[in-house]
Nanobody, 114 residues
């Protein structure tokens, strides 16, 4: 059973922007903090941004000031606006609750390269 579906990734030049979207199952979405995670080749998956049902946000130091997370509680959707992208942001991006309770989705690939 699919519980999250991520979209919006792609290839972008350094300094560019992307907006990721994630549709999540309603029963979890409305109760949990939702987060965007990423996993780069050879590295562990890390939480980069999270947003509570009350729309309080938190960010990893590496993305603070460049990424913005938001949620639409009516649509069960969480977004990640990524600006000033760097090659180090290259990774597969996933969304899930925080703490993780949902089945991981396929993720969406973000590649930052000139």
């Amino acid at each position: 059973q699919v519980q999250v579906v991520e979209s919006g990734g792609g290839l972008v030049q350094p300094g560019g922007s992307l907006r990721l979207s994630c549709d999540a199952v309603r029963t979890i979405f409305r109760l949990y903090v939702m987060g965007w995670y990423r996993q780069a080749p050879g590295k562990q998956r890390e939480l980069v941004a999270s947003v509570s049902p009350a729309e309080n946000t938190d960010y990893a130091d590496s993305v603070k000031g460049r990424f913005a997370i938001s949620r639409d509680n009516a649509k069960n959707t969480v977004y990640l606006q990524m600006n000033s992208l760097k090659p180090d942001d290259t990774a597969v991006y996933y969304c899930n609750s925080d703490p993780v309770v949902l089945r991981w989705g396929q993720g969406t690939q973000v590649t930052v390269s000139s």
